[in-house]
């Protein structure tokens, strides 16, 4: 029991501090642009510096991961293998081609297909222990990662002048229903829905709560603090999108403008997107590029064809017995050993 | 590095993806810092708007979606201003009468943001040549 309760207090520990980290950025951009009028510090250069060591940032964690060797041939597959012609094999569960591991590899990154697999286990009464299919964590990620890709392709509409009809297109399919005016985000909606249940996922279970850190509520948090920061700027306390825009654009054509009047509502949303892109190299969010360097995922199941060499194998100096024998062919004959060479 | 082809081309084609804005607009040049331009109207008797400049520049769309409701759902054409003044509530017949040109108006912003709003599906511009009979 002291176990679990201990469990607890360090839950409560690692809620309450990613709950207050979060509400500690809000206040600093609070403070920061409402009181001290650091405009351009929050609208131009902490953006690009967040945005530098988000690119670099990632771009030197990749090539920190490609000069890691893999040593065994270690793909984790869930069908058969390609083996004799007459057994039939799993092409995308068990692929031995390239073209079969990029196919394995858009399910994963597109549709999750390892977490559909995911189960769950319970100890029911008697005691008995009961496994089973759970759904629920694969349905919330793969709602919330293509809500946040819908998001963040929304945007581009702030990025870019002028709009690109893909955006247009996206943003249009988005508000399919014409629900109020501004038109209501599917996107939005199920975002704050999926995230709740992400979190809710987190403290309900006994189990994984216990092995839930701070860095697993933090990324939580500050999403949702984003998405609910977007969702009051778009249907609450609106901002004026048009100056918004011209911030944007001035950022990325490097004629870098802050304009007035722009609501501190939007400069809380901008720094904690600074945040989050800042937080991403060094973080659990790394998964976004690591998924692609998976030894587990993007191996090829051939290792019946192809002899996977060991990065770390090197020359090894053996003693054969040849030379075994010219070294101690004298002792050998004077002590009656055969030998092979005379 | 193992596999670098392989590394720097996914590298490459993730610096691209994020740093698409800059390429775009920066090719786009002097055309992507153009920020709308309004035309507002001259006449003496047009300054004054139906509420204040604050909130028809971020709230426009949610009177309009009230006036729709109000006028369509309850029939009830009268609107009072914050400043107690009454006024029709009606697109073509108050707003237009002093915006009269949607494409130096409305279509400024609209169309630099990315917004289609659904007014002319139902209305029509009564100054526009082809809707003049």
């Not at chain 1, 929050?42 to 000069?67: E, R, S």
């Not at chain 1, 692609?292 to 090829?300: E, H, I, Q, V, Y």
């Not at chain 2, 409305?106 to 526009?128: A, F, L, M, R, V």
Request: net charge positive; charged share 15%; glycine share 6%.
């Amino acid at each position: 029991m002291e176990h679990w309760s201990l469990a607890k207090k360090g839950t409560l520990i690692n809620v309450l501090f990613s709950l207050s980290a979060v509400f500690i950025l809000i206040a600093g951009a609070i403070v920061g642009v409402d009181l001290i009028k650091f405009n351009f510090l929050f609208g131009v250069i902490i953006p690009y510096t967040a945005i530098t060591i988000f690119i670099l940032g990632i771009i030197l964690q990749v090539i920190k991961w490609a000069k890691s060797p893999v040593p065994f041939h270690i793909p984790t597959v869930a069908g058969q293998q390609k083996s004799l012609p007459w057994i039939k094999s799993s092409k995308l569960e068990s692929p031995s081609s390239t073209l079969g591991v990029i196919g394995r590899m858009l399910l994963e990154i597109l549709f999750f297909r390892s977490l559909f697999r995911n189960t769950k286990s319970e100890l029911k009464n008697g005691p008995r222990l009961v496994y089973g299919s759970n759904k629920y964590l694969w349905l919330g990620a793969l709602v919330f990662h293509w809500s946040i890709l819908v998001i963040f392709l929304r945007h581009f509409r702030f990025f870019m002048q002028p709009i690109p009809s893909f955006v247009l297109a996206l943003q249009n399919l988005d508000g399919f229903f014409q629900i109020g005016l501004p038109v209501l985000y599917i996107s939005d909606v199920l975002i704050t829905l999926a995230l709740l249940y992400l979190i809710f996922r987190r403290v309900a279970d006994l189990k994984i709560r216990y092995i839930s850190l701070a860095s697993d509520y933090f990324p939580l948090f500050l999403i949702l603090s984003i998405a609910v920061t977007g969702i009051l700027m778009r249907y609450f306390d609106r901002v004026d999108i048009v100056k918004v825009k011209e911030l944007a654009i001035g950022i990325f054509s490097f004629h870098p403008t802050v304009p007035d009047g722009i609501g501190v509502l939007f400069y809380i949303h901008l720094f904690l997107v600074c945040t989050l892109i800042t937080y991403f190299p060094f973080s659990k969010l790394l998964h976004m590029p690591g998924i692609f360097l998976t030894p587990t995922r993007n191996l090829a199941n051939n290792s019946r064809m192809v002899r996977h060499i060991n990065p770390w194998n090197r020359p090894v100096r053996v003693h054969t017995y040849e030379e075994y024998e010219d070294e101690f062919r004298d002792k050998m004959k004077a002590s009656g050993l055969p030998v092979e060479k005379e | 590095m193992y596999d670098s082809g392989k590394i720097i081309i996914g590298l490459i084609i993730f610096a691209g993806i994020f740093t698409s804005p800059f390429w775009y607009d920066l090719s786009g040049g002097k055309e992507a810092l153009k920020a709308p331009v309004l035309v507002l109207p001259t006449k003496a008797d047009q300054q004054v708007c139906v509420n204040t400049l604050e909130y028809m520049r971020a709230d426009h769309m949610v009177l309009l979606n009230d006036w729709r409701y109000e006028v369509v759902r309850l029939g009830d054409r009268t609107y009072q201003s914050p400043d107690h003044k009454e006024f029709n509530m009606s697109l073509t017949g108050t707003c237009l009468n002093c915006h009269a040109n949607s494409a130096q108006f409305c279509d400024q912003c609209h169309s630099y943001i990315g917004e289609t709003p659904y007014c002319w599906e139902c209305h029509t511009e009564i100054n526009k040549p082809e809707n003049m009979q």
